[in-house]
């Protein structure tokens, strides 16, 4: 009787895992500016010349796949703590008598107010494909604290970054491109 048991419990259990219907989706949604039509000089060479004269660092590249990611790191100061911009108070209690005749009590307080900043990581992501049909732009930002615990993350494949990029890929003339 055990063993049937046995047989039916991961059966039974295996019921409970449930895959999603739906793929992630980023949001907010990348810009329409984000997808151009590949045009006879866009290679993946330019896009790579492109990102390193912004500042970015490239990652990794695939060149069957005409993907290049790279990324970018600045300190900045990180301003969203909520509760921990509260005033901040503490004290101590320290005495007793210990069985002994004297006793005495001594009582300290001390507190702080001020704007509560930390300094933090901002990374900044970029994915490019240069394909037959066209290019796209992927960016996304996150921050993370003195800790390196990650603050904030999100899609930032905005129109103003996608136009500049292709502006700068476009600048870079086919025979300046490694």
Same mark, same amino acid.
């Given at each position: 009787?055990?063993? @049937? ?30 997808? @151009? ?6 290679s ?6 492109a990102?390193?004269? !912004? ?8 060149a069957?796949?005409g993907?290049?990611?790279?990324? &970018?790191? &600045?300190k900045?100061?990180?301003? *969203? ?25 001594m009582?300290?307080?001390?507190? *702080?107010?001020?704007?509560?900043? $930390?300094?933090?990581?901002?990374i900044?992501? +970029?994915s +490019? ?15 993370? $604290? @003195?800790?390196?615990?990650? &603050?904030?993350? &999100?899609?930032?494949? $905005? ?12 600048? +870079?003339?086919? !025979?300046?491109?490694?």
């Amino acid at each position: 009787m055990r063993a @049937w048991l046995l047989l039916l419990l991961p059966a039974a259990l295996a019921g409970c895992q449930v895959t999603p219907t739906t793929l992630p989706v980023a949001e907010p949604a990348p810009a329409a500016e984000c997808r @151009w039509p590949a045009g006879p000089g866009d290679s993946l060479a330019r896009a790579v010349t492109a990102l390193e004269a !912004q500042g970015f660092l490239v990652r990794h590249t695939d060149a069957p796949l005409g993907l290049v990611s790279a990324e &970018r790191a &600045r300190k900045t100061f990180y301003h *969203g703590h909520g509760d921990e911009r509260l005033p901040r108070f503490g004290g101590f209690v320290l005495g007793g008598s210990g069985g002994h005749i004297s006793s005495g009590v001594m009582l300290g307080i001390g507190g *702080g107010i001020g704007p509560v900043t $930390d300094e933090a990581t901002r990374i900044e992501r +970029v994915s +490019v494909v240069v394909g037959e049909p066209q290019v796209q732009v992927s960016r996304d930002i996150r921050i993370f $604290d @003195w800790r390196g615990e990650l &603050r904030e993350s &999100r899609s930032a494949s $905005d129109a103003a970054f996608c136009r500049e990029l292709r502006d700068a890929i476009e600048a +870079v003339p086919a !025979q300046e491109a490694p």
